[in-house]
């Protein structure tokens, strides 16, 4: 059964994806139905990783676009995950952001109902009244009370949910150039080296145009132009998977003199020769640990995660949608076990150029703001979408909007509009 | 030595440098910024969740006065951020010393942001952990750790804590 499309997802007709209407970003209608159709739909949703679940009663609180959701490892050492809503009367069962529960029990509150790590209910106070009085009728199940469940699976140590059947296998899901950049960053046991949070003014599908968007890369960002280190002329591009799903690389090694003198020549802010030097160019020494000559990878798999290698940082950005205008951005940082003390020490000290205080990464939240608040009362405009062409699909440059057009085209299956 | 029993002179030049350090940013001075610190030094945003996990993540990390000053230079010329000015709250200075020349230093800061549009937000509440020492006769920070509760950051964090 359809539903009735609501207007403000009414879309141009015969646009190829170029023209998105800006009523998409701030409907609270829409938004709603986002969260039915995507995040409550069949997409893999990212909850975090088995790093930090480290031992039997290990538990994380995160959220599945805007709903609750607590990961567990039970007592068989199984990863679970569950809303956290309790079965009785809706209340939120655990309240901390991580920890342990010693006795794998989690209770509510409210009236000490208490779950198993796999969201099953054990106990019922009162049960069966108090002297000969109240209770539950006898009849209570309470099998039939378990907690909403997630269906989970562990992939390479990455702990991703949903709440849909259909949803395809993982693999299948990401895709083949997504899987491979999966497979090259997650390639040995990681440890976690820190969270940062950031809280954005703005609708959360900006962000997910902006991971996929490289040719705002060194236009908006001016640290590396300014201290002439990136470049748009560098090797690289965008590749799509399954429409939604994208990965954005760079290659040092490929720097194309022709494109060189073009980014001269087109007097943009972009290449300013290295205006200014840094001080202390230890920053930006890094060391490989890759076998090839990637220094930037940020791929997306759509509609929560973007996993990034931006020198020697590795992260997790986790995009957590909290209403039509606004969006937490949780960047999980991660090192390998088998890290030198060198290495490690160069992954902090590079945490400079990423997070919410980033160097060459901070401005992503501001532009998300600037789109939010320009589009107010002008929902019924589009933008333009046209860099590159009108096409859908990979590129091997950066001055193309090709896998957010096919961002668009794989939004509007899922949402069927 | 601890509050209680540290000299009067010594109290307040402690607190002249904690106080100094706010104001440079406040006024926008930031340039001067790196002064406050010694060549070799240890300047860090940490959110307190990292910090209470023994987790090393930090916003901002410094290991040199170089870096304090690309810091500055890239918010100056690079970075791209709305118009914005901080006002900084401090309180409630815990200071040792053994020696009269090295101070443990623990503050309280709370750092309201005013954009543009005239709204001042609680934009960065949480606690300096300091180690101050003697350089050539002035009190420099060795070591600043500015710990923050609000781990929730708006927007984005340029200008220093």
Same mark, same amino acid.
């Given at each position: 059964m359809n539903a009735i499309t609501p207007p403000h997802l009414k879309w141009p007709v015969d646009t190829d994806y170029t023209a998105v209407p800006y009523s998409i970003f701030n409907s609270r209608e829409v938004y709603d139905l986002e969260q039915k159709k995507i995040h409550n739909g069949p997409t893999w949703n990212y909850l975090g990783t088995e790093a930090e679940l480290p031992e039997k009663g290990s538990f994380k609180s995160t959220y599945i676009g805007d709903t609750p959701v607590v990961v567990t490892r039970g007592q068989d050492n199984e990863i679970y995950a569950w809303v956290n809503r309790c079965a009785h009367r809706g209340a939120e069962i655990c309240r901390e952001r991580h920890g342990k529960s010693e006795d794998g029990a989690y209770t509510c509150v409210y009236h000490q109902w208490a779950f198993d790590a796999k969201g099953d209910l054990h106990g019922v106070p009162f049960q069966r009244g108090l002297a000969g009085k *109240? *209770?539950?009728? +006898?009849?209570?199940? #309470? #099998? &039939?009370? +378990?907690?909403r469940k997630v269906r989970v699976v562990n992939h390479r140590g990455v702990i991703f949910g949903t709440f849909s059947d259909d949803t395809p296998d993982i693999e299948e899901y990401m895709g083949e150039d997504v899987s491979y950049h999966f497979d090259r960053i997650l390639k040995g046991p990681i440890e976690i080296i820190g969270h940062t949070r950031q809280y954005i003014a703005g609708n959360w599908k900006f962000y997910s145009e902006n991971t996929k968007d490289p040719y705002h890369a060194s236009l908006l960002h001016l640290f590396h132009p300014t201290f002439g280190i990136y470049r748009a002329s560098l090797g690289g591009g965008t590749i799509v998977n399954n429409d939604v799903h994208s990965v954005l690389w760079v290659e040092n090694s490929k720097e194309d003199e022709s494109k060189l003198s073009d980014v001269r020549s087109d007097? $943009?802010? $972009?290449? &300013? !020769? *290295?205006t200014y030097q840094l001080a202390d160019m230890s920053l930006l020494a890094g060391a490989k640990e890759f076998d090839?000559? $990637? +220094?930037t990878v940020i791929f997306s798999l759509f509609p929560s995660l973007v996993v990034h290698q931006i020198q020697n940082t590795l992260a997790f950005r986790q995009i957590l949608p909290k209403n039509e205008n606004e969006f937490e951005l949780v960047w999980t940082f991660f090192g390998y076990a088998d890290d030198t003390e060198e290495l490690r020490n160069m992954r902090l000290k590079q945490l400079n150029l990423v997070g919410p205080a980033g160097l060459i990464s901070m401005e992503d939240g501001e532009s998300t703001e600037l789109c939010q608040k320009a589009i107010v009362r002008d929902g019924g405009y589009t933008n333009v979408l046209e860099m590159g062409g009108v096409g859908t699909g990979t590129d !091997?440059?950066?001055? $193309?909007?090709g896998a957010i057009r096919s961002l668009w085209k794989g939004y509007r299956k899922l949402m069927d509009v | 030595m601890s509050n209680s029993d540290l000299s009067q002179e010594l109290k307040e030049e402690v607190e002249a440098l904690l106080n100094a350090y706010v104001q440079c940013i406040d006024d926008d001075d930031l340039e001067r910024w790196p002064d406050f610190f010694t060549d070799e030094c240890l300047y860090q945003v940490i959110p307190r969740e990292n910090h209470e996990m023994g987790l090393p993540t930090a916003v901002m990390w410094c290991d040199s006065r170089g870096m304090l000053e690309d810091r500055i230079t890239a918010l100056r010329h690079a970075n791209v951020y709305q118009v914005q000015w901080y006002r900084h709250i401090i309180s409630n200075p815990v200071i040792k010393t053994e020696d009269g020349d090295t101070f443990q230093v623990q503050s309280n800061y709370a750092v309201f942001k005013t954009c543009n549009d005239g709204e001042s937000t609680v934009y960065n509440v949480g606690r300096y952990v300091d180690e101050i020492v003697r350089d050539k006769g002035v009190l420099k920070f060795k070591k600043r750790s500015a710990i923050y509760d609000t781990h929730r950051i708006t927007t984005l964090m340029v200008i220093p804590i």
């Open positions: *109240g *209770g539950m009728p +006898s009849d209570f199940d #309470k #099998k &039939q009370h +378990s907690l007097n $943009t802010r $972009t290449y &300013q !020769d *290295g090839d000559d $990637t +220094s !091997d440059h950066f001055v $193309t909007e | -």
